[in-house]
């Protein structure tokens, strides 16, 4: 991030602004929105600035002095269109220690003025650091659209009735109340233009005694790693939490969606890592519960696909804890559609088959190889880079092609993303030619002959798709 965002107080306060023509009016429009006194220092001023700002600003008409900035402006904007005169407006403003504007020339500038989406006192002010202003007016209609009009007095309104939450409502069930305020009936009947029964329902709620600590688990799958695979109701859910208890496999880009204050538990859960055991975790989530806290199980992927989801849940249920779980892409179909791998086709495969990989000690996995070599369906193999090879030996001798076309595709979705297009029986060579570490799946299957997208190699000749 290029740039600091704050928000200035102007309110009544002097801004400077040098210039009279199109630009010095841009900006004073954007400025007065905020209500500062503007005074304008020029030799000329357009007729459309007088006509819009005769009554409400001052206009000094002479030619721009270093000691205009000496006065009580806390912010001067340079506006005159001319490089040298603008140039000097910021030398005079950096000596008199005055934070300066100027228009189109960021190296001179101390803040930049970004594109803003406003609703009454609800302010969205957004910056590309000079970079991608078309991407920021992009976004910016995005959130235009997205934002209702009436959102600036639903602020409004909370504003009027914040003493009286703060009398009635503890501290510990204030930031909840709030919540319940802006995503529930509340919000719902004031932004649908009946404010006086969204009032009533409010004095309503303040005189309901308010709920003694209730917590709630959420088991949110957190999808194969690019947050956006994260789904909606995921998202509302991490930016509602108190506390979050996360997996190895959550990656800092879905971090990143976590609200903010909300505290991070790493609960491990790599291969080797086992940070904290699976019982300890459900006792740790029941605790957190009793406390009243919001509690989010984030796990890789979806939650009750190789994730214990099931587990946790049971645990949960048992303690008599309220819980939901949020269900996540998976790993097979995430990383499906990032290598263009389509799991089912009406030509090539009638049935999908997830399996784990994973196999105890030295021994191979424990799987019904005669089942799964059958023809006519996608294999897909979780937890299986250790035994690809026999994995790939076991399916052989039960009889499926050697040259069947295989995948291995690696932190499938994120930028790391590698594909290896290769065939049944060279699986476990190439993972250790490939530099396969994982996590990663194994696709098996005629569809894996189409697999194809960011960090493709081919390693070994496979069958072709039957026509
Ligand atoms: C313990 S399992 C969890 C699966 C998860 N619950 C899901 O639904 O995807 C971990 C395995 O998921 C697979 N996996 C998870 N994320 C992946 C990704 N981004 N790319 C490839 N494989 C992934 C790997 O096989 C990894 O060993």
Redesign the pocket.
């Known amino acids: 991030m290029r740039y600091f965002p704050a928000f200035f107080d102007v309110k009544d306060k002097p801004v400077l602004i040098v210039g009279g023509g199109e630009l010095a009016l841009r900006k004073a429009r954007l400025l007065a929105k905020a209500g500062p006194r503007l005074v304008f220092v020029a030799t000329e001023f357009d007729d459309a600035l007088i006509a819009e700002f005769g009554q409400s600003a001052e206009f000094l008409h002479k030619p721009f002095a270093a000691v205009d900035t000496d006065g009580d402006a806390v912010l001067v904007i340079a506006a005159t269109g001319d490089a040298d005169a603008d140039e000097a407006v910021a030398f005079a403003a950096k000596g008199a220690g005055v934070p300066v504007n100027v228009v189109d020339r960021p190296e001179l500038c101390d803040f930049v003025v970004p594109s803003i989406v406003e609703r009454g006192d609800l302010a969205i002010g957004i910056s590309t650091g000079g970079n991608a202003p078309v991407l920021g007016r992009q976004v910016r209609e995005k959130l235009e659209a997205l934002l209702p009009q009436r959102l600036g007095g639903l602020v409004s309104f909370a504003g009027s009735f914040r003493d009286a939450v703060t009398a009635k409502v503890e501290p510990a069930l204030r930031r909840r109340f709030w919540e319940n305020v802006f995503s529930g009936t509340i919000s719902d009947l004031f932004l649908s233009g009946r404010e006086a029964d969204a009032r009533e329902e409010m004095v309503a709620q303040l005189n309901r005694p308010q709920d003694s600590a209730k917590g709630f688990v959420h088991i949110v799958?957190a999808g194969?790693?690019d947050p956006e695979l994260l789904t909606l109701k995921a998202l509302r859910i991490l930016q509602e939490a108190d506390i979050v208890l996360h997996d190895a496999?959550v990656g800092n880009g879905i971090m990143e969606m976590i609200r903010r204050d909300a505290e991070r538990v790493y609960v491990g859960?790599k291969?080797s890592d086992h940070s904290m055991p699976q019982e300890d975790i459900g006792t740790l989530m029941v605790k957190l519960a009793r406390e009243g806290k919001r509690v989010v199980r984030l796990?890789?992927?979806?939650?009750f696909?190789?994730?214990r989801?099931g587990e946790e849940l049971e645990a949960l249920k048992a303690a008599g804890i309220p819980a939901a779980v949020v269900p996540?892409i998976?790993?097979?179909t995430?990383?499906g559609a990032a290598a263009s791998v389509p799991l089912t086709h009406r030509d090539h495969a009638q049935a999908v088959t997830f399996v784990?990989?994973h196999a105890k000690g030295d021994t191979d996995p424990d799987l019904n190889w005669q089942a799964l070599a059958d023809l006519g369906h996608t294999l897909v193999?979780?937890?299986?880079?250790g035994t690809a090879g026999a994995i790939s030996r076991n399916l052989v001798d039960a009889g499926m092609a050697a040259q069947t076309p295989a995948a291995i595709?690696?932190?499938?979705?994120?930028p790391e993303?590698k594909i290896i297009r290769t065939r049944l029986d060279s699986l476990g060579a190439d993972i250790v030619t490939g530099g396969i570490e994982?996590?990663?799946?194994l696709i098996i299957g005629d569809v894996a002959a189409a697999a194809d997208g960011r960090g493709l190699v081919d390693l070994a000749e496979p069958q072709r798709m039957r026509a």
Do not use: H, N, R, W
Request: glycine fraction near 30%; hydrophobic fraction near 30%.
């Open positions: 799958g194969p790693g496999l859960k291969k796990k890789g992927g979806d939650p696909i190789f994730g989801g996540g998976t790993a097979a995430g990383c784990t990989g193999v979780y937890m299986g880079v595709i690696e932190k499938g979705s994120l993303q994982g996590p990663a799946v």
